[in-house]
């Protein structure tokens, strides 16, 4: 079901939030990032095409903010 982009706000506030337990959570890089990619994919599945892109330099940004940079795919 597609979120609106305030549904998208607060899903991302959520995200932005939980990244520090995370970390902490994770014993390294290898388990921070399914368990990042859990909570980030759903938001992006719930963004309608006029929100994709905004949603998703949103997560870009909450990860430059904990200076985290995603894996080489």
Known sequence: MVKTRDELKLALDSLLLQVQGLLRQSGD???????????????LDSAGPDDFDWAS???????????????EA
Do not use: C, R, Y
């Open 29 to 43: 890089s290898d388990e921070f990032w399914p368990m990042f990619a859990s909570l980030a994919d759903p938001i």
């Open 57 to 71: 330099s949103q997560i870009t940004h909450i990860l430059e903010a904990n200076k985290l940079t995603p894996p």
